[in-house]
Structures are given as C-alpha cells and as structure tokens.
T-cell receptor, first 113, second 114 residues
Framework: EPEVTQTPSHQVTQMGQEVILRCVPISNHLYFYWYRQILGQKVEFLVSFYNNEISEKSEIFDDQFSVERPDGSNFTLKIRSTKLEDSAMYFC???????????FGSGTRLTVV | DQQVKQNSPSLSVQEGRISILNCDYTNSMFDYFLWYKKYPAEGPTFLISISSIKDKNEDGRFTVFLNKSAKHLSLHIVPSQPGDSAVYFCAATTTNFGNEKLTFGTGTRLTIIP
C-alpha cells in the first residue's frame, strides 16, 4: 500500500537553529499538508500546498515557517529559528483530490532544547 | 475554539464487547467526517469516514453513525479486540474538491481489556 514517508523520525535541535523536515508524499497525490501535535494535545493543521503554492495556512504557520516542493517528489517544512514551543510531532499528509484517502506519514518528533 | 470535541479522554472495554466512541462538532459547514486510529510515535491511520448525506457507514467491525441535527457522530467497534487499543481521533472537514484541511478532536484513548 502506498505510504507517505517522513525523515528524520526524530530531530533534536538547539533553540534558534533552522530545521528542515522532509516528506515524500504518495506519488499521484496532488494536495500536501503539514500538521503538528504537541505532546498530549490534538493534531493541528499548519499548512496546505497545491500546484506549487500555499493554499491555506493556520495562525500557527507564521513567518518562521516555510514549505517547499523542490523536486517534484519531496515536500519540506522549514522552521527558520526554532523555539522551545516548536517541540512537537510533525505529520505530513497527502491526498489525491478529496478528504477520502487522506494519508498521513509516521511523523517527525522535533525536540528543541 | 474547539470545533470538534471528544469529551471522553479515555475508555476501557472488555474484549469482545462493543466500543462506542463519541464526537461532537459545532461547525455546521462540516460535511465530511473521518475517524483515525493512532499508536504512539506513529501517524494517524485512517479507519472510516462518512459524508453528511449519510447517517451510517459500515466497514467490517467499524460503523460510524452521524446525527446531523445533534451535530454528533459515533464510532462503534464490534467486537472489540486487544489490537484496537489506541487513541482514536475524530476529524471533520468541509469538502472543497481538494485543499481540505482536517479539524481534529482531542482524541479518546481506548483500552481493550483481555
């Protein structure tokens, strides 16, 4: 069964450093998403991406965040200057057209120290 | 602004019995609802979904019921098995033919007692 692949599974970074979280969505999917889950809280939408541009972003997704699809297969989330409160599980997701078939990756645990 | 609520943070059910997980929503624009199962350190795994034009959808041991007037949905698992022990998230969206962000509830931790 097709999978959404995320790397690394765990990233530890110092506060103020830049991190890039990587995702390989399912190959025929067109819509790409990042979500995050702070420990013990609900999964929250960050950003959606379609046709090489951001479709929608949440209030969490401020100027410190950016997304890119650099080569037609990878989909990355960059945090320019990490803060302690950015520590969370970050999930990439993709879908072909609608919410049916929305598939999540296994996540990257980001720890900011 | 909790648009999707799961009021029971945890639920314990005997193996073989029925597990019923509940979810309420406030946004009447939501027209598609999904249930996800999540194990620790893994991403949410899709279980079952329902469109607002239906009131029931069944897939094997899993059935989702939707009561639009009450803005309530429930997931029934029959019979419950030990492997069903996980956190279950209800999610909702407004279908937009793509670009459908999901709004999640806070989750219910289901424990199946052997």
């Amino acid at each position: 069964e097709p999978e959404v692949t995320q790397t690394p599974s765990h990233q530890v970074t110092q506060m103020g450093q830049e991190v890039i979280l990587r995702c390989v969505p399912i190959s025929n999917h067109l819509y790409f998403y990042w979500y995050r889950q702070i420990l013990g809280q609900k999964v929250e939408f960050l950003v959606s991406f379609y046709n090489n541009e951001i479709s929608e972003k949440s209030e969490i997704f401020d100027d410190q965040f950016s997304v890119e699809r650099p080569d037609g297969s990878n989909f990355t989330l960059k945090i320019r200057s990490t803060k302690l409160e950015d520590s969370a599980m970050y999930f990439c997701a993709s879908t072909a057209a609608t919410a049916y078939g929305y598939t999540f990756g296994s996540g990257t645990r980001l720890t900011v120290v | 602004d909790q648009q999707v609520k799961q009021n029971s943070p945890s639920l314990s059910v005997q193996e073989g019995r029925i597990s019923i997980l509940n979810c309420d929503y406030t946004n009447s624009m939501f027209d598609y609802f999904l249930w996800y199962k999540k194990y620790p350190a893994e991403g949410p795994t899709f279980l079952i979904s329902i469109s607002s034009i239906k009131d029931k959808n069944e897939d094997g041991r899993f059935t989702v019921f939707l009561n639009k007037s009450a803005k309530h949905l429930s997931l029934h698992i029959v019979p419950s098995q030990p492997g069903d022990s996980a956190v279950y998230f209800c999610a909702a969206t407004t279908t937009n033919f793509g670009n459908e962000k999901l709004t999640f509830g806070t989750g219910t931790r289901l424990t199946i007692i052997p």
